[in-house]
């Protein structure tokens, strides 16, 4: 069995980890690119969101690659990527290819039994005990590439030279991918850490703080956002994302597995506007922009693939936010047909919108 | 003038019209706007690179300072700007469809054999307008060619499309903003009586059409640069012989990562003077004098 996953930003760090501490064979698929889309866009309904092209787009070249078998996460709830193992399943069968698929966290919700199991399933039966270690590093590699991410967005807003970041940023995402084993992954993701704190920094500046939100793919792939988070920190903005690959992993599925009481400060500051879970991160989207808000950010940023119903909804709330609590808020909506120079000019606009305001609120002071 | 889809050749034509116009003067600083922002900027030395939300906002607020709304419809997109306290407080631009600019306009006026110039008189001409479908430029003009087989005068027509249109721009753009007084409209289709005419009845407000609508992008950026260079900066304006070296722009993908972006170079005669259009700044970081960047 030679195993691979759809990609999402930096998980196949984590995914890789896994799978090495497990002892399985895999491919990773070549990175997110034009390729992949293209690839996808033929294979897929053309009403289906972006994330599913992309998906598809991944498997086939893996496929193409020596892959049998695809590891995919399902379950019931986030939106309908929750039943993408099963469409993507069904769309390569129909398009000829031969290849498996094993859904950890099934449609219908599993108990830690049956997660188990799903493991088990792709590790000749190695003991439970290697597993749970696998599954918990796995989880501290998730929140360390994603603090390692958010160092990233830190440095690139007050670097001294443009582009220091993006290298030393480059170089580790080409690196890792060659790194086999847990520990080593470990090692490696400090010493990048080390890298970019010693980057020269402009002391003294305060850079404009934005915040992403909106649908977990396109905030989390840079691909898919045409790397939001890196041209807005070129602008010299300072960036945040709650939704991380990590904080998927702890909330929603570790916490679900062993029944720990989740993280729901969002959910209590979306109430007013969103009082129920409507699916997809809707109410992620209206809680954690008033949450920025509250911390005294500059401005939020939503994005979210073309046809996603939870963030069609959270945009038609955003602007009630907007109000009640002065937040400038700009809704970029993207699918394989957006053009990039109308996404930049957007930007560039978003940000003097929003530097235009601080120096009105400095000069009232 | 329009570039006719060759950026440097207009430019060129351009500053050459600019410095018989204007003799001999000292040129202070110089700024660029719209789509073509960068290669302009690359080829006249451009103290300020400006997107054209920004430049038109600056523009408009330089002539009515409690400007309320800003309307833009240009050839290939349009856009709404809205500013509280003297401050761009929010702006949209058209994502999914043409059908609300000029080019459309352009091409309906072809189609009917009307003039552009004296398209929108002829909306004005008519006291019972058609409706017509404006969600899709392609449904419209199709519809557009049903009304006329039908019988409808042309008058009727054109008013129609204009209803439209404003329509189209409204529903897209418009959605749940706050359209106050004063409202500025402008960008090329601003010449348009007809459109004008509709967006008054559709707001039911009095909208204000500068007298230099068609530009109002180059005069934000010329602002901005001006405001840049009381600084008492050098400017990086190359003359205005500059235009008249040799030229070349092409595009070619990069092979660094699995992005494969294209990047754009523009030459000039085989001297490489500026790349754009990458992910990274690889590339792009050489425009700016920035270290480059060794892989």
Known sequence: MK???????NAYIAVKALLDELGVDYIIPPFNNKKALEIGIKNSPEFACLPLKINIGNIIQAYREGAD?????GGCGPCRFGYYCEMEREILQDAGYDIGFITIDAPRGISLKEYFSQLLKITNGINIYKIAKAVKNTTEIAILVDQLEKLTFKMRSIEACRGDTDSVYRDFQQEIRLINGAQSIKKYISQTSQKLTNIRCNTGIKPLKVGIVGEIYTTIDSYTSFNLDARLGNMGVEVDRSVTVSNWVVEHMLKKVFHLPRDL?????????????IGGHAQETIGNSIMYSQKGYDGIVQIYPLTCMPEIVAQSILPAVENDYGIPVLTLIIDEMTGEAGYLTRLEAFVDLLNKRREMAASDR | ????GQPIEALRKGMEYLAGQLGNIEIRGAGTTGSGRQLASVIIGADIVKNEITAHAVAAQNLVPEVK????????????????????YDFAMNTVCAAGTGSFLDRQASRLNIPIEEFGSYA???????????????FAESDMIHKQQMGHRVDDIVRGLCQA????????????????????????????VGITAAFEEALGKKVIIPEYYDVMGAYGAALIAKRKMEKSIDTNFKGFDACLRDYSARSRECSGCSNVCEVIELFSNDELLASWGDRCGKWSSRLEGRPLVAR
């Not at chain 2, 003038?1 to 006719?4: C, L, Y």
């Open chain 1, 265 to 277: 400060k969002y959910a209590e500051a979306a109430k007013p506007y969103l009082g129920a879970m």
């Open chain 2, 124 to 138: 004005l001409r008519s006291d019972s307008p058609v409706r017509i479908a404006g969600r899709c430029a392609v």
């Open chain 1, 3 to 9: 195993l691979t996953f759809p990609h999402l930003g």
């Open chain 2, 69 to 88: 709304t800003i309307l833009e419809i240009g050839g290939q997109d349009s856009k709404i700007i809205i500013l509280k306290n003297g401050v761009v």
């Open chain 2, 165 to 192: 249109l404003v329509r189209n721009y409204l529903n897209n753009l418009a959605k749940g903003k706050l359209i106050a007084e004063p409202i500025l409209f402008q960008g090329g289709v601003a010449a348009n």
């Open chain 2, 1 to 4: 003038m329009r570039t006719g």
């Open chain 1, 69 to 73: 078998t695809v590891l995919i996460t």
